[in-house]
């Protein structure tokens, strides 16, 4: 590269931070001057806030005691993305992936660096404790990245119970057992103290019974927490990945790909759905689903309880792997994955919860912008412009709705105070930058 095009692009670099601390530092304006407002409020104000910190200090010790140690569900999900060689600063792709889960001890990632110097291999990046092998990194022929896909691939069922015995239920027309073990989990070393329950196993999936609510609302069953009918029903959740096994041979070798076709051969044989991104040395970017999904028109179209008469029922046809999504050098020149569907056109329903295309429009949006400005990305551009990209797309088509929503209704009558907070809302430009007074106004709301 030339030492003007360096300069070009280390001007480009320092003028978008600069924007980004200018866009910081109007926020902060703004927050204090709001909080000035809000100091200036009314003595009732005050009396009614001094009421509610009373109330909560008056709650039971024990109850506080809890309340400092209880972890609030993190927000998790997953990024990546891979650019062409044609778009960075020294002409070979760029791959980013960013896993963000939360903290553990131990961690759910540990960093690898390894070298076989008889077979020349050389493989960096990052692995799964317990899992001997590499899932996001590079080895010397191909960059690879993963995010989860989140597909629907998980559906509950239900079968009769027979009324001439408990632990009976009707299939096909006959009665059969199911089988009943009574276990017992011991909650301390001395083995003084236990818990005894009562499980269920089926060959056609998991017994639920006992627990049937749990796991409802964990896995968002729409119809199912008001609707459980334990005394006359089995409910049994059927992941359907598990009538083809994953491939522990393919999960030890994936790393060790030679190029694009030998990647998407290994990965075949994995049953798990997820979204991968790569990139080789002839500057090839691309992208693969894999794993074994069942064939569906719709979203939820099994994920409503289903009442089955049949043994057929259990079992589903899967979506061959030759017709899973797949992208291969696109014309944008760029690949983003935030666990949400990347093709939107496609004969199949795929993605099941946990799909909002926010986090991938916003890096969509971020590297086009680059690649707009004939900026030659480096690592620290794409660190600063998408790995810490703090707008949020979401915030902003939230906020147009309500703004649309009440343009329309014209009964409603606003007071002023929430006419004004309205307005700084709508003039919200996404970011979420801590001291910003809308973006918190967002969050609150």
């Not at 030659?376 to 939230?398: G, H, P, Q, S, Y």
């Not at 809308?438 to 969050?443: C, H, K, R, Y």
Request: positive net charge; charged residues 25%.
């Amino acid at each position: 590269m030339s030492k003007s095009n360096k300069n070009n692009n280390e001007n480009k670099g320092s003028k978008i931070a600069k924007d980004v601390q200018s866009r910081k530092e109007n926020n902060e304006k703004s927050i204090h001057s709001e909080i000035n407002l809000e100091e200036n409020k009314s003595k009732d104000t005050k009396k009614i806030k001094e009421g509610r910190r009373n109330s909560e200090e008056s709650s039971s010790d024990e109850s506080n005691k809890e309340s400092k140690f209880k972890i609030k569900d993190p927000a998790l999900g997953s990024n990546n993305c891979v650019i062409s060689g044609k778009y960075t600063y020294n002409g070979s792709p760029f791959l980013c992936n960013d896993p963000h889960l939360f903290n553990t001890i131990p961690a759910v990632w540990y960093l690898v660096n390894l070298k076989i110097k008889k077979d020349d291999y050389h493989f960096i990046g990052a692995s799964i404790i317990g899992i001997p092998s590499i899932f996001v990194g590079s080895n010397n022929h191909l960059n690879f990245g993963l995010t989860v896909a989140h597909s629907d691939t998980a559906d509950v069922l239900r079968v009769l119970k027979s009324k001439k015995g408990e632990n009976k239920y009707i299939l096909d027309g006959q009665e059969h057992n199911m089988v009943v073990n009574q276990e017992i989990f011991y909650v301390n070393k001395a083995k003084t103290e236990s818990l005894t329950r009562q499980i269920y196993r089926s060959p056609l999936g998991i017994v639920l019974n006992g627990y049937s609510t749990q796991v409802m609302k964990a896995v968002e069953i729409k119809n199912a927490v008001n609707l459980l009918e334990e005394d006359k029903y089995f409910y049994i959740m059927r992941p359907n990945y598990i009538y083809n096994n994953l491939d522990l041979g393919a999960v030890l070798v994936y790393h060790l790909s030679k190029s694009i076709a030998e990647l998407r051969n290994t990965a075949n044989r994995i049953s798990i759905s997820i979204n991968i991104v790569f990139a080789d040395k002839q500057n090839n970017i691309g992208y693969q689903l894999i794993g074994h999904i069942p064939k569906k028109t719709k979203i939820g179209q099994l994920s409503y309880i289903q009442t089955a008469h049949t043994r057929t029922e259990f079992y589903v046809e899967f979506i061959p792997f030759e017709d899973l999504p797949f992208i291969l050098n696109p014309a944008k020149g760029y690949i983003v994955s935030s666990n949400n569907p990347i093709i939107n056109k496609y004969k199949y329903a795929i993605q099941g919860s946990f799909c909002m295309d926010s986090r991938s429009k916003a890096m969509s949006k971020a590297i086009q912008s680059m690649i707009d400005s004939k900026i030659k990305i480096t690592a620290d551009i794409l660190n600063e412009r998408v790995l810490k990209n703090i707008e949020d797309m979401e915030a902003i088509n939230i906020i147009q709705m309500i703004r649309q929503i009440l343009q329309k209704d014209k009964t409603v009558i606003l007071k002023p105070d929430i006419s004004r907070y309205l307005n700084r809302l709508y003039s919200f430009d996404g970011l979420m930058i801590k001291n910003s007074f809308s973006a918190l106004l967002f969050n609150v709301l």
